[in-house]
């Protein structure tokens, strides 16, 4: 008798696997300043930090590379989670719910880091992750579209 390969169980196993590696990197990962902060550090005003990073990216400072790590990481490190949620959810979540969810995962960890003075809260991270869950979303649905033809 024959095994069937269940993709469903090992997508799971993966999400699984990548959520522990997000809060380790959001929370614990020292080479990206997570450390314990004396104050509170964060930035409320949208836009600020993305429009100072896209400066030193365009006049080739040399922060260019820490500013393209900053953006682009937030966004990479949330597109697995934008695949991800509506391949595992039972009721195949929609773009709405998805963004909602990223969203309020986003919403979390910055929270978090401002109590904890563990990183810094910033909102800027918000708007860049939940960019990343909705590229995650988009991409998902690209390859169900193709993959039914």
């Known amino acids: 008798m024959k095994k069937e390969f269940n993709h469903k169980a090992v997508m799971k196993l993966l999400f699984i696997i990548y959520m522990c590696v997000l809060v380790y990197i959001v929370f614990f990962a020292e080479a990206m300043g997570r450390t314990p902060q004396d104050g509170y550090v964060y930035n409320l005003t949208p836009l600020k930090e993305i429009k100072r990073f896209m400066r030193y990216i365009w006049d080739n400072d040399a922060l260019g590379s820490a500013a393209r790590l900053n953006i682009f990481g937030n966004i990479i490190a949330f597109i697995p989670f934008g695949i991800y949620l509506p391949y595992t959810s039972e009721s195949k979540l929609g773009f709405i719910s998805t963004f909602l969810y990223t969203f309020s995962l986003s919403l ?15 909102v800027d991270d918000i708007i860049l992750n939940t960019l990343g869950g909705v590229i995650g979303y988009i991409l998902w649905y690209i390859y169900t579209k193709l993959r039914k033809k």
Request: one cysteine or more; a negative charge.
């Open 108 to 122: 979390t960890i910055e929270l978090v880091q401002l109590i904890t003075k563990v990183g810094s809260c910033d």
